[in-house]
């Protein structure tokens, strides 16, 4: 229910696996980055990773699609998984960046609503991490 259904001319099922089990039973020990890109599920994926994600705290590059318009259905749904994303890395300890073209960066206290894909772009980095982070990039 991320896009309205008649976006499609088809569907395909596509097999799901939890990231933790995924990474237990391949025997990963430790994850230093995460890359998620899965077009509205990021809130299934880093709930996902949990048991991953609270002893490792890897750096987690990810894009959040934007809200366009928090008044349709839609949007509304949109809006509360990206509170809940919000909610869930804050628990987790994360802090979360955005990453626009030119490689600058802002610490984000909220996705926000807005037509910008090319605000997309975001890095979730442990609290313990921010400050190097930071140092790195222009803000």
């Not at 749904?77 to 909610?87: E, G, V």
Request: glycine share 8%.
């Amino acid at each position: 229910s991320f896009r309205e259904p008649e976006r499609y001319a088809r569907s395909i099922l596509v097999p799901v696996f939890v990231g933790d089990d995924v990474l237990e039973g391949l025997g990963v020990t430790g994850v230093a980055a995460i890359k998620i890109d899965v077009e509205g599920g990021e809130l299934d994926v880093i709930e996902g990773l949990e048991r991953t994600l609270r002893p490792a705290t890897p750096i987690v590059f990810c894009e959040v699609l934007p809200v366009l318009d928090e008044h349709t259905d839609m949007g509304r749904f949109r809006l509360q998984r990206q509170a809940t994303l919000r909610t869930v890395l804050h628990d987790l300890g994360y802090v979360i960046f955005r990453i626009y073209v030119d490689e600058t960066i802002d610490e984000m206290s909220d996705f926000g609503v807005h037509a910008d894909m090319t605000w997309s772009n975001y890095v979730f980095v442990p609290r313990s991490e921010v400050k190097a982070f930071t140092q790195k990039f222009a803000t």
